[in-house]
Structures are given as C-alpha cells and as structure tokens.
C-alpha cells in the first residue's frame, strides 16, 4: 500500500474547510428594550452560532460605561441626549447612527379596577397619591423619568407631587414597583406597561408635553467582526420590526 507523504496529506487537510468561529456581539441597551431585544437575540445566535451579550441599564448609564471604556460593540439609547453624550465622546462609528423605534410615556396603575383619567393641568395626581408614592426612574438622569418630569411640569403638576416621587435606577425597576404593589402608580413607557401584567394603563401622556421619545442605535468604534455589523443589522430587518411592534414600539427605520 503506497504511503501518503506529508506534502499530499498537508494539501489534503488544507482542503478541508474549518468552521468559522464564533463571534461575541456585546449590546449596551436601554432597559425598556429587553422584552423585545431577548428574543432577536436569541433567534439571530440560533442561526448564526455567534453569542450576543446584553447588558441592560439606563441609557445615562450606559453612556458613561461606554465614554469609561466599557469594551461594547452596539449602543442602543432611550434617549437621543445620551447617544449624543457618546458620539461627541469619540466612541460612534462613523455613519451608523440611526433613529431605530419610537415609544410612548403612560401612567400605570398597580390595581386592575384603577379608573383611566385624563391627564392635564386639572388632574388631582397629588390627591389621587394621598400618602403613598409615584414610582419614576431617576428624572435627573434616565431617560424615562426626565421625559416624565418634563411632562408632569408641561401640565403644571411637578411642584404637587415631586415629594411623593420614589425614584428608581431605570425605567424596569420603576415598573417593578407598581407591579408589586410597593407604588399605586408610576410613570413607565407604554412597552413597560405592556410587558407587565401586574400594570393597567390608566393615562397616555399628551405628546406635546415631552420631547419626542426615539431610540437611537449605533456601531460603537471598538466593534470589529462581522457578527457586530450583522446583528446591529439585524436590529432594523423585518423579524426584528415584527418583534419590536409586538412589544408595542413604534419602527423609525
């Protein structure tokens, strides 16, 4: 039987294809999106082998991890503030900013029965209150709770009920206490209040008391392999729009 010699059996095996290896895509998202962004995640690392991390926080925090030197790939914001903390930081890959989906702010009850009101300068929010608290994110610095506070002061009720508010590091965990119980009511995005069925919508803020809510996307400059760029796009393809309006979001792009 003829032997095989080293060059022919080091041809064979560089004939054969190796399998690419898997790629890791790190997300920095705001926390409002993780009951829509868990499940594109998860179907685009069955198809592609390739592992998406996501570290969910409020955008404000989120922005300075990343100016910091947070190692992240793909920045999505709840607010157009914090993704232009980081563009102007540096950190935005040139050309691929873009504005991915748009929301709505609500008033959210934790009792089913809660009666709907209309939200304007004559609402008794206060007295609806009495001693117990209005659930926000941080309105200082969350995107959330400032398009909340700028809302409640556009209709003249911030001076009333500012000392009833019990301030949450983001929008999910303002949520989490009007789910509990621990609030009557808060102040969420309107996907929050769908995702949750310890919450009953009772209001919709007017949209022109608060700045237009978008969510802005971007590569950052650190994102180097093609699993980065596939899943941010990825982010804007049909089975993510299908998604994303499922949650109740609306699709800017």
């Known amino acids: 039987m003829p032997r095989i010699t080293s060059l022919a059996l080091a041809a064979g095996l560089a004939a054969v294809a190796l399998p690419a290896a898997a790629e890791e895509v790190v997300v920095f998202a705001a926390a409002s999106l993780k009951t829509a962004l868990d499940p594109i995640a998860a179907a685009f690392q069955e198809e592609t082998s390739d592992t998406v991390t996501i ?3 409020g955008s404000n925090q989120l922005a300075q991890q ?3 030197g947070a190692p992240a790939d793909i920045f999505i914001s709840a607010s157009v503030q914090w993704m232009d903390e980081v563009e102007a930081g540096g950190e935005v890959a040139e050309g691929t900013r873009l504005d991915l989906l748009g929301n709505r702010l609500v008033l959210v009850a934790h009792d089913a ?3 709907p009101v209309e939200l304007s300068a004559g609402t008794d929010l206060a007295g609806m209150l009495g001693e117990e608290k209005l659930a926000m994110a941080m309105v200082d610095s969350v995107p959330a709770g ?4 700028a809302a ?3 209709l003249g009720l911030w001076d009333s009920v500012e000392p009833s508010v019990a301030q949450a590091d983001n929008v999910r965990a303002a949520l989490a206490l009007v789910s509990t119980g621990e609030a009557p009511y808060g102040i969420v995005y309107a996907t929050d209040a769908a995702a949750d069925p310890g919450v009953h919508v009772i209001a ?4 022109g008391t608060h700045d237009p809510i978008f969510y802005p996307a971007a590569l950052l400059r650190h994102a180097s392999d093609a699993a980065d760029r596939a899943f941010f796009e990825r ?4 089975e993510a729009d299908a998604v994303f309006k499922e949650q109740g979001f609306a699709i800017l792009n």
């Open 55 to 57: 570290s969910y926080a």
């Open 66 to 68: 990343i100016l910091q």
């Open 113 to 115: 029965a809660a009666e």
């Open 146 to 149: 400032q398009y909340g506070k």
């Open 152 to 154: 409640l002061t556009s």
């Open 204 to 207: 919709t803020f007017p949209t």
């Open 235 to 238: 982010l804007s393809a049909p």
